[in-house]
């Protein structure tokens, strides 16, 4: 029998425990010393991924407050409050998940003291947040300093490109990481840099799709033939936001929602309540299209956002937006979102 539940069976204790919804495991781990270690262990993940009890989760960075990381539960509905990412305040970083982990890449750190000041505009660390133990661990760095660049996650690794390295040039260096090793591989340089342009980046078609924003130019690497290939889409100048999901891009521009495939896109809705917004995220999570947070301005004022907007793209009626509920500890300039699976 199992120490778990008495009268059970081990595996049948797990399997009962396996559909606690997450949230509540902070809880479990206060019941008894069994059920604390089952879940530190790792033990009850690897049986809800066996049972498909796992549980989908939006992490969101804002501005303010504090750059506090959240991560949004969409079948309850809400917002929980992660620990404090050590190493001090951040901007401009990247962030991805893999491997049930959160991600956070480089970017430039803030003084504590005083915001002005930056003895050094980019940085190398990274750092992960392990959702089964509620803890931030310290990665292997980058080789290269850098901020306001583009990654994304390739066949479970992650590839970083361009952006602004320490002295505040454009780079063309990009290289590769191996969550399961720790470990960073350099790659070829990007073909193309820009001095002037914000980096983006998004995985489609098993290539790493690297823009920078307002030019159709796109540079696409494929670890298969190992290089950077440059093409023009085509593509508008004017991307404001973008996201993926699977082959498709979605993109935020002129007021619309555009559905990009290959060279074609089309129309997918009107985005025109947005237009006086700043700084918002913009991610594809469960099969939707989330548009988080941002600035509003209008000619005497301004206000930091923390609303949710979800377009309902998996709807059998018609495409619509719903609002879900806000962030709780957020809001503003988005920094960075990642869905997470559980």
């Not at 893999?98 to 930056?118: E, R």
């Not at 992650?158 to 591989?185: C, H, L, Q």
């Not at 129309?267 to 099969?287: E, H, K, P, T, Y």
Request: glycine share 8%.
């Amino acid at each position: 029998m199992s120490s778990l539940i008495e009268g059970l069976p081990h595996d049948v204790a797990l399997r009962c425990l396996a559909f606690v919804p997450f949230y509540l495991h902070p809880t479990l781990e206060l019941v008894c010393r069994s059920w604390r270690a089952v879940i530190s262990s790792g033990e009850i993940f690897r049986v809800r991924q066996e049972y498909g009890t796992e549980e989908d989760f939006l992490f969101v960075c804002c501005h303010d407050e504090e750059n506090k990381w959240q991560f949004y539960d969409p079948v309850e509905d809400f917002w929980v409050t992660l620990p404090e990412l050590p190493g001090g305040r951040k901007h401009y970083f990247g962030v991805v998940s893999t491997f049930q982990k959160l991600f956070i890449l480089g970017g430039l750190l803030i003084n504590a003291i005083d915001p002005s000041i930056d003895d050094d505009f980019s940085c190398t660390e990274v750092w992960s947040f392990n959702p089964k133990t509620r803890k931030w661990l310290k990665q292997a760095p980058m080789h290269e300093s850098r901020a306001l660049f583009a990654c994304g996650v390739l066949d479970g690794k992650i590839i970083v490109a361009g952006g602004m390295n320490r002295k505040f040039e454009s780079t063309s260096k990009a290289e590769m990481y191996d969550p399961v090793k720790d470990v960073w591989i350099e790659l070829p340089d990007l073909p193309q840099t820009y001095d002037s342009g914000i980096c983006m980046g998004v995985v489609v078609g098993r290539k790493m799709h690297f823009i920078y924003k307002g030019l159709p130019i796109v540079q696409t690497f494929d670890t298969l033939e190992w290089r950077w290939i440059v093409e023009d889409y085509s593509w508008f100048s004017h991307i404001w936001l973008m996201a993926a999901d699977g082959d498709v891009i979605y993109i935020m521009s002129q007021g619309y929602i555009f559905m990009q495939g290959g060279q074609n896109s089309k129309v997918v809705i009107s985005a025109d309540q947005f237009n006086l917004n700043d700084g918002m995220g913009m991610i594809c999570f469960r099969g939707e299209l989330y548009v988080i947070g941002g600035t509003l301005y209008t000619d005497r004022d301004y206000e930091y956002l923390s609303d949710v907007h979800i377009l309902t793209l998996r709807s059998n009626l018609r495409i619509t937006w719903i609002n879900a509920a806000p962030m709780s500890r957020g809001y503003g300039t988005v920094l960075g979102c990642a869905g997470l699976r559980l």
